[in-house]
C-alpha cells in the first residue's frame, strides 16, 4: 500500500506566500483566519457556504449505547453535534477530472449546455 503526499496547514501557507508574495507572518494569519472563521461559525451552528468548493454544517449524532472494548461493560454515549461537509458539483467534477485541469473541466460543462435559445433544439444557433 503506497502513501498519499498530504496538504498540511504549512503547505497552505507556503501556497498563500508564493502566490500573494506577503510576508510570512502575513501569510500564516490569513490561513489562521480563515480557519478560526469557519470554526467559530459552526460552533455557532451557522453553515457555512463557499461557491464552487463546498459548504459545511454540522450534524446531531442521537444518543446510544456503547461498550467499552476492554471491559464489555455498557457505556452511555450522550448526543453530540459533527462537523460535515458537502462538496459542490464543481468539485467533485475537479476531483474526477482525469487531466486535472481546473479550466477543462469548466470547459466541458460549458459545452455540454446547449446554446440554442430553443428549448429541445440543439442544431440551430
Given amino acids: 500500500m503506497t502513501k498519499h503526499p498530504t496538504l498540511t496547514k504549512a503547505d497552505l501557507i507556503e501556497e498563500v506566500l508564493r502566490i500573494s508574495e506577503l510576508p510570512r507572518k502575513e501569510s500564516e494569519t490569513i490561513v489562521e ?13 451557522d453553515k457555512i457556504e463557499i461557491r464552487g468548493f463546498g459548504s459545511f454544517r454540522t450534524r446531531q449524532r442521537r444518543g446510544r449505547i456503547g461498550r467499552n472494548p476492554k471491559t464489555g461493560a455498557k457505556v452511555d454515549v450522550p448526543p453530540k453535534k459533527i462537523p460535515f461537509f458537502k ?39
Avoid at 483566519?33 to 451552528?45: D, N, R, W, Y
Avoid at 477530472?97 to 428549448?119: L, M, R, Y
Fill in 33 to 45: 483566519t480563515i480557519f478560526e472563521s469557519i470554526i467559530e461559525a459552526l460552533q455557532k451552528g
Fill in 87 to 125: 462538496p459542490s458539483k464543481e468539485l467533485k467534477d475537479f476531483v474526477n477530472n482525469s487531466e486535472g485541469d481546473a479550466t477543462e473541466a469548466g470547459a466541458s460543462a460549458a459545452a455540454a449546455t446547449p446554446s440554442s435559445s430553443v428549448p429541445g433544439d440543439a442544431t440551430r444557433s
